[in-house]
């Protein structure tokens, strides 16, 4: 596999390497390693508590390593200061968190167009662009609702326009479909995977799903923190 100048396999968007990760005395990774290239769509799966989330949260800058590097187009992420991360988190990462990550004071179109705003794109039409989004997650009748007034299957849909409304680079996406029913979480996944596929966008999903893991061209096994097995981005 050829290697660019800082080591990393070619065509690589987004990598943890080595990664440890501990919360007061108990570790959550002892070791994980994923690499994922623009365009590609990666299943993380492993028992419960074997750190998934963790994982993602590290890979998406929002927790910061005890050891190990993260590198995104090349560059560190893990070292940069706070407001570095946030900025280049809002302009290239879409992340789809498994808890209570809508605003509740807003709607939902206020909600998924939020990131846009942030960007300095116009109310009109930030709200044009998320209310796109959620005709095609299939949610366009909550579009005025705020989150308290919805379903949990609705609000992870409205949390998913939302992470797609930016184009964003690469989604990380903590069990996106684990609220919906049979039939809703495989539109719901199908909507995620095209819409990657549409910007090339880069897919890394933690699920419990098989379907969901199936879906995906590469599955990453996380086991006591470690992922198991050699990953593109694994070291010795
Ligand atoms: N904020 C936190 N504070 C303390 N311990 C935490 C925190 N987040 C996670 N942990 C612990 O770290 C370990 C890994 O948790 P993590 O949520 O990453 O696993 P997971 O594989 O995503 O689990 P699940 O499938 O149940 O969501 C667990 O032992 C968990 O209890």
Redesign the pocket.
């Known amino acids: 596999m050829t290697q660019t100048q800082q080591g990393q396999p070619s065509g690589v968007l987004l990598e943890g390497r080595g990664l440890h990760k501990a ?2 005395a ?1 570790p ?1 990774l002892t070791g994980a390693s994923l690499a994922v290239r623009s365009g590609e769509v990666v299943a993380v799966t ?10 993602l949260l590290c890979l998406a800058g929002v927790v910061r390593p005890d050891a190990g590097v993260v590198t995104f187009g090349g560059r560190r992420l893990d070292d940069l200061d706070d407001d570095a991360r946030t900025r280049m988190r809002r302009s290239s990462i879409g992340l789809v968190l ?1 808890f209570g990550q809508l605003v509740p004071e807003l709607s939902a179109v206020e909600n998924v167009g939020l990131p846009l705003l942030l960007d300095g794109v116009a109310r009109r039409e930030a709200a044009s662009a998320a209310r796109h989004w959620l005709d095609r997650l299939g949610v366009a009748d909550v579009a005025d609702a705020r989150p308290a007034q919805m379903s949990g299957g609705q609000a992870q849909r409205v949390a998913i326009a939302r992470a797609l409304v930016t184009s964003p680079r690469v989604v990380l996406a903590d ?1 996106p479909t684990g609220a919906l029913d049979t039939v809703t979480a495989e539109r719901t996944l199908d909507v995620l995977v095209e819409a990657t596929r549409e910007t090339g966008a880069a897919l890394v999903v ?1 699920t ?1 799903d098989n379907r969901v893991a199936a879906a995906a061209e590469r599955e990453v096994v ?1 086991r006591d ?1 470690a992922t198991v097995g050699a990953d593109l981005g694994a070291r010795p």
């Open positions: 919360y007061a108990s959550a492993g028992a419960s508590g074997s750190g998934k989330s963790t994982l498994q069990e933690v419990h996380l923190g």
